[in-house]
């Protein structure tokens, strides 16, 4: 993985060092809370209902065992003994002290992280796909570009103040997991040419996807970019937007809304112009600096393995828990003999990605001895041990058992996304968690959630859509209705190359009811699914009449 | 307004003048766009220095053929949130090769005061001269930057690769 250099040493500590004298300034009332406000939400430090909330960024969601390690002995010195891994990859802790925050992120500098851009109206935090590096299905490490674009957008002099904030996210793989048709850029890399699998490397790039109040689907404005010109179409898309986006109203101030008033033919035609003339020129990374960055994404010193390992296809047959895990929670890796683990951070009855000190202790130790001490963050709130060798298998199993992070729902009905909602989040209109809990209770039994097969549910608590509602298979939208939280209903929503907005289904159910109505579209796929179909395919097939005719038949 | 100059305060000798107050006679005025777009000959005849005011909203563009009449163009900040100004003095210095006094006007303070700079300013109208003793400070905050803007500044991703070329 990437790591800092005396630059970027001397740059985050040079960060810490000025929002210490931020932080002095508002304890001692020089500044008032207003004052005080753009520069706490440039250190990622919220407000929130209760107290401040420290969002501390993962780039692209990869984590050494010693920065998993400080974020454990954070949440323990700082905090109340746990963190909330984000649907941008990045951390959350609930409870820190104004007077701590500086210490926090000195501390965090020390193991290269930072809680830079983590909040404000800026280019934030870069996410990418959790399996970059380790994935069959990938052109090239999409990290290698994060980490590029992590660089160029740290406290980028023009676009600090943005009309609103900004998301970038970067897949390598045909499969998307990093959900790039629904941020404000998204990077797919691509081969150029003849579809014959040698064409040059380079982008398809996305513009103008989101969710929250307008979900978009974002536009392909840029088929094949060369990867040297990466910087100057970013600066091209962004000065564009800086200058035209939306600034009257805060609802309609992010790119997905210049993009849809304008049209994606005449926003392309704006950034290709404005993209002439910086094309080439300094913005550019110098030459070098790709190969240098590359370098450390370089893939690890592999064992040579057989493909298929026998002591653990015997341990699949002796042992129907491990099996099952196994058969869920594990990704194919590249390199043969290999596995990626998925954590699951969705225990019955816990919120959804929330981890412990504890556990996350455990976990660096776990990554120290069977991952070459590489941990990653999902966008969907679980964690990643990249490089197991299968022959580690059923031991790492065996210790993640007892530490509750094993299991066997990854993808499934359990596996659920949910924003921090009306329990912490100063905008929510109802309670988003304990949604999830009651979910993971009601099917509580891994055989039927096996039975379930993918299903994606996710929770947003207001229209702000941090749970990512909008591309839940099923979709779970908290609102308010005269000071009663109800739950509307989205069906069809799907955040990967196949990328839909979900449908309402119909009027919304009260927090007593919707549980009961989760549990009701699941029966009804159940009993009109074709083999093979997963939710999301019957739904396509069958459309959303009978669905909605079993919800509603006994209202 | 106290003006931050040369990286200190300092005297102001331009007076801003509204779409209809008169000129003074023989002092260096800021005139709004719109003014300087309706009296642009009568204006460039004067015998003082002109400068022009932008608003916010208004394009680099619309003066750029004119900035070899104008030794002063104000760009304002009517809140900090607005980040407009920050492309139009990159346009009008690195696009439009601008090299008179670039002021930032309006709701400008200490804590932008480095990107501002970034971004081809030379010149800070403050609501607190207090901000003046703030300047040098706020410049000199970070040793490193990663991006490469018309401030001659060399970007941590250039010096790698000098260093490594040196080695």
Known sequence: MYRYDEFDHAFVNERVAQFRDQAARRLSGELTEEEFRPHRLMNGLYLQLHAYMLRVAIPYGTLSSRQMRKLAHIARRYDRGYGHFTTRQNIQYNWPALEDVPDILAELAEVEMHAIQTSGNCIRNVTADQFSGVAADEIEDPRIYAEIIRQWSSLHPEFSFLPRKFKIAVTGAAEDRAAVAFHDIGLRIVRDGNGEGDGEVGFEVIVGGGQGRTPMIGKTIRPFLPKEHLLSYLEAILRVYNLLGRRDNLFKARIKILVHEVGAAAFTGMVEEEWEQLKGGPVELPKGELERILAYFAPPAYERLPAVTPAFEAKKFEDRAFARWAEVNLFPHKQPGYAVVNLSLKPEGEPPGDATAAQMDAIADLADRYSLSEIRVTHEQNLVLPYVRQADLHALWQELVPLGLATANIGRVTDIIACPGLDYCSLANARSIPVAQQITRRFNDLTRIHDIDELKIKISGCINACGHHHVGHIGILGVDKKGEEFYQITLGGDATQTAAIGAIIGPAFSAAEVVDAVETLVNTYVDLREPGERFLDTYRRVGPAPFKEKLYATH | ?167
């Not at chain 2, 220095?49 to 163009?73: H, N, P």
């Not at chain 2, 030379?122 to 040098?136: C, H, K, L, N, Q």
Request: net charge neutral.
């Open chain 2, 1 to 167: 307004m106290p003006l931050i100059k040369g990286g200190a305060l300092s005297d102001d000798d331009w007076v801003s003048v509204g779409d209809d107050e008169p000129l003074p006679a023989d002092r260096p005025v800021i005139v709004p766009l719109k003014r300087w777009q309706a009296e642009r000959d009568a204006l460039g005849g004067r015998n003082a220095a002109m400068g022009v005011r932008l608003e916010s909203a208004d394009k680099a563009e619309a003066i750029a053929a004119d900035l070899g009449r104008l030794a002063l163009v104000a760009i304002a900040f009517p809140t900090f949130r607005d980040g407009r100004g920050f492309s139009t003095a990159r346009l009008l210095r690195e696009r439009y090769g601008f090299k008179g006094e670039l002021r930032a006007v309006g709701n400008v303070f200490r804590d932008q005061f480095l990107f501002m700079h970034r971004c081809g300013f030379d010149a800070y109208e403050v609501a607190d001269a207090r901000e003046a003793e703030a300047f040098a400070a706020a410049l000199a905050s970070f040793s490193v930057v990663y991006q490469r803007t018309g401030d001659g500044r060399v970007p941590a991703t250039a010096l790698r690769q000098l260093r490594r070329a040196a080695e």
